[in-house]
C-alpha cells in the first residue's frame, strides 16, 4: 500500500487517479489546509470505488503512526506542504515547522515502522537563477526564499538519511509549472483567494471572477519580453509518480528527475492558448516584474526518460482546454460549486 501525504492536494489528487490506474492501492493523509474532501469525494467518483484517507497532520507523530498501524504502508509519496513563495517570505516559521519538520517526522516514523522508499515532491525553485536553459539536473542548486530553502533542505535531508543507511530508497522529482486538470472537469486546481500563480488567474479572468491580468514584466530577455516557463499537465505529472513507484525497488542511489515537458512558453503565449481554448478574452496589461522572477526556467527532461521511461505526452492546447473545463463547471473550486 502507498501513503500519499497531501494526497487531497492538486497534484496529490491527480496522483491518487494515475495510482488507481496503475493497479497500486493508496491510503490519503491530509490535514486539509489547503484542500477539501471533496477533492477525494470527486476522485472517488471518477475512479468508481471508495479511496481509504485519514485526516491528520504530518508533524504529528501519533496521527501518522495511525496509518502504519492500520495499513501496511510499502512506500510514500510526500507531497504535504506549504507551497506559497510569497507567504513563505511573510511566514517563515510556518514553512520551516511544516515543510522540514513535516518531513523530519514522517521519515522518523517510516523508519520506526521499517518503511524506507519515499518519492519526495520537489520543485524546479531549487535550480534558482539558472544560468542557461534547458535546465539539467545536475546544474547548480539555490534559494531565494523560505519556500524554495525547504524544498532544498528536504532534498538534503532525504540524501543524508540515504547516507546514514543505504536501505533508503529516495526519489526527488523536481516540478516545473504544474497546470490543467482532469479530463473529467471534476477535479482541478482550486486556489485560496487571489491565485499567486499565472494559470489560475489566466482561468478567473476568462470566467469573469477577475478583471485582467497583471503579466509581470514585459521586458525580460525573451522571445516577447514576457517570462518563461515549462509548463506541465498535471496528468503528465502524475504518471511520473507511477514511474517513480516502478523505478524504487531498483535504485542504486538517490535519483533525482526533472519532471518537465523541455518546453518554454511566455505568459503571452499561455494568454493566447487559454483565449483559443476558452473562446473567451482574456484581458491583460504589462506591469513591472515581480521581485524573484527570473527570465526563463525550462527543463531538459532527458534524464526523466532514461531511468523513469517517463516523458510528458500533453501540449499546451489541452492544458489549457483541461484547465478551462475544470474551471468553468466549477467556477467558485470546489466549495461553492
Ligand atoms: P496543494 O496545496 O494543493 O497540496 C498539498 C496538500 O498537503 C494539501 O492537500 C494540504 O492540505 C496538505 N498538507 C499541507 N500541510 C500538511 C500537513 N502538515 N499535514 C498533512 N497535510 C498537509 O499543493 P500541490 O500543488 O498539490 O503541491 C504538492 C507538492 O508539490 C507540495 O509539496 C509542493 O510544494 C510541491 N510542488 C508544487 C508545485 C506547484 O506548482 N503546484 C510545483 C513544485 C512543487
Ligand atoms: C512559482 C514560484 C516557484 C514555484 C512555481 C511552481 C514564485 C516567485 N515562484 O514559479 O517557487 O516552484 O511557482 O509552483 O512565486 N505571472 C504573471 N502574472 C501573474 C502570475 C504570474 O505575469 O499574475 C508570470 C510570472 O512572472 C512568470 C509566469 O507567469 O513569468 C509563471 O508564474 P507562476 O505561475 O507564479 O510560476 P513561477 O513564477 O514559475
Not at 531549487?126 to 542557461?132: I, Q, R, S
Not at 487571489?194 to 500563480?197: A, D, E, Q, S
Given at each position: 500500500m502507498i501513503l500519499v501525504t497531501g494526497g487531497a492536494g492538486y497534484i496529490g489528487s491527480h496522483t491518487c487517479i494515475a495510482l488507481d490506474e496503475a493497479g497500486f492501492d493508496f491510503v490519503v493523509f491530509d490535514n486539509f489546509c489547503n484542500s477539501s474532501l471533496e477533492s477525494l469525494k470527486r476522485v472517488e467518483k471518477i475512479i468508481n470505488k471508495e479511496i481509504a484517507y485519514v485526516e491528520g497532520d504530518i508533524r504529528n507523530a501519533n496521527d501518522l503512526q495511525s496509518v502504519f498501524d492500520n495499513y501496511k504502508i510499502d512506500s510514500v509519496i510526500h507531497f504535504a506542504g506549504l507551497k506559497a513563495v510569497g507567504e513563505s517570505i511573510e511566514k517563515p516559521l510556518e514553512y520551516y515547522d511544516n515543510n522540514l519538520n513535516g518531513t523530519i517526522v514522517l521519515c522518523t516514523i517510516m523508519k520506526k515502522n521499517n518503511c524506507k522508499k519515499i518519492v519526495f515532491s520537489s520543485?524546479?525553485?531549487?535550480?534558482?537563477?539558472?544560468?542557461?536553459?534547458?535546465?539539467?539536473?545536475?546544474f547548480p542548486l539555490s534559494a531565494t526564499n523560505p519556500y524554495g530553502r525547504t524544498k532544498l533542505f528536504n532534498e538534503e535531508i532525504l540524501r543524508d538519511l540515504y547516507t546514514s543507511d543505504h536501505d533508503w530508497k529516495v526519489i526527488l522529482l523536481r516540478y516545473f509549472n504544474p497546470v490543467g486538470a482532469h479530463k473529467?472537469?471534476?477535479i482541478g486546481e482550486d486556489p485560496n483567494g487571489?491565485?499567486?500563480?499565472l494559470m489560475p488567474f489566466i482561468a478567473q479572468t476568462a470566467v469573469g471572477k477577475r478583471d485582467e491580468l497583471s503579466v509581470?514584466?514585459?521586458?525580460?530577455?525573451t522571445h516577447d519580453g514576457t517570462g518563461v516557463r515549462d509548463y506541465i499537465h498535471v496528468v503528465d505529472l502524475a504518471q511520473g509518480h507511477v514511474k517513480a513507484l516502478q523505478k524504487i525497488d531498483s535504485l542504486k542511489e538517490v535519483l533525482t528527475v526533472n519532471l518537465g515537458t523541455g518546453n518554454g512558453y511566455s505568459v503571452l503565449d499561455m494568454v493566447k492558448a487559454f483565449e483559443k481554448a476558452s473562446g473567451k478574452k482574456v484581458a491583460y496589461k504589462i506591469v513591472q516584474r515581480r521581485a524573484g522572477d527570473i527570465a526563463k526556467c525550462f527543463a531538459d527532461p532527458s534524464y526523466a526518460l532514461e531511468v523513469l521511461g517517463w516523458k510528458a505526452t500533453k501540449g499546451i492546447d489541452e492544458m489549457c482546454e483541461d484547465s478551462w473545463r475544470w474551471q468553468s463547471n466549477n467556477p467558485n473550486g470546489y466549495t461553492k460549486s
Open positions: 520543485s524546479a525553485t531549487v535550480y534558482g537563477d539558472p544560468h542557461t536553459t534547458p535546465i539539467k539536473e545536475d473529467s472537469g471534476m487571489i491565485p499567486n500563480n509581470f514584466g514585459g521586458d525580460y530577455d
